[in-house]
């Protein structure tokens, strides 16, 4: 064994022999290391579980009229819902972004999109027709709108996004909870998967990310104009029937 084997191992048997002085010296044990962890952590998994709880409340608020829908206008105009709580790491991120100050009631206020709800549809029409009928929902509050269909991003990004309020009812009182609903279309929501994906390529030269830029534009217009055209044999149907 080498001479500097030897001294690292005498440097963390010196550090251990230390550790056990000071745990002894704090009367440390595991019950109370346990205690110290679970006082950290509750108040997070608290925070998060309220965007879960809501989360719920919204998903279950669109498959009611989905259901409704269907026996009205003989069709479910929800293809799928998808939903996810924004995870710790990307929450940090937007926190450093936005200069927010680090604690729970903070980011509460500040972060909008905590909670996400994604409805895909099969026709624009349903996308506003669904969100006309949350909006109308006396616990339903409306926070912010940005209508991406017919204002489309740069980028030929297109979906309706709305930040809302929602009760929950918890345990001894009831919360207000922000939530993030996106509507979109199949197509649109298959362009934005695509989009996402090649965003985050490394390694790409600069002339092949200004191609494939353009590229997903024609893209997204070409997929807004399906769409457009498929509204209108829609259209066409019900006026027959």
Same mark, same amino acid.
Request: charge should be negative; charged fraction near 30%.
């Given at each position: ?95 450093? /972004?936005?200069? =927010?100050?680090?604690?729970?009631? +903070?980011?509460?206020?500040?972060? $909008?999109? &905590?909670?996400? #709800? ?27 709108? /940005?209508?991406? =269909?017919?204002?489309?991003?740069? +980028?030929?990004?297109?979906?309706? $996004?709305? &930040?809302?309020? #929602? ?75």
């Amino acid at each position: 064994m080498s001479e500097n084997n030897n001294d690292i191992i005498k440097q963390a048997d010196d550090m251990a022999k230390e550790l056990v002085k000071f745990s002894e010296r704090i009367n440390f044990n595991e019950e109370m290391f346990l205690d110290i962890i679970q006082e950290s952590i509750a108040p997070a998994e608290e925070f998060f579980s309220y965007y879960a709880c809501a989360i719920m409340e919204v998903e279950t608020k669109f498959k009611v009229l989905n259901e409704m829908f269907s026996l009205k206008y003989d069709g479910n105009p929800i293809e799928n819902i998808t939903s996810r709580v924004k995870d710790y790491d990307s929450i940090i991120r937007k926190v450093i /972004k936005k200069n =927010i100050p680090r604690d729970l009631e +903070s980011i509460e206020e500040n972060i $909008h999109d &905590i909670a996400g #709800v994604r409805v895909v549809c099969s026709f624009v029409d349903d996308i506003y027709r669904l969100a006309r009928c949350l909006l109308q929902q006396d616990d339903v509050t409306l926070i912010s709108k /940005k209508d991406y =269909i017919k204002n489309p991003k740069p +980028s030929g990004y297109r979906s309706l $996004h709305l &930040i809302i309020s #929602v009760p929950i009812f918890l345990e001894n009182q009831k919360k207000n909870v922000k939530v993030e609903v996106q509507l979109r279309t199949i197509a649109m929501d298959f362009w934005a998967s695509l989009e996402h994906k090649l965003k985050y390529k490394k390694n790409l030269p600069e002339e092949k990310k200004d191609m494939l830029s353009q590229e997903l534009i024609d893209c997204a217009n070409e997929s807004a104009m399906l769409d457009e055209r498929m509204q209108n044999v829609r259209n066409i149907i019900l006026k027959g029937e």
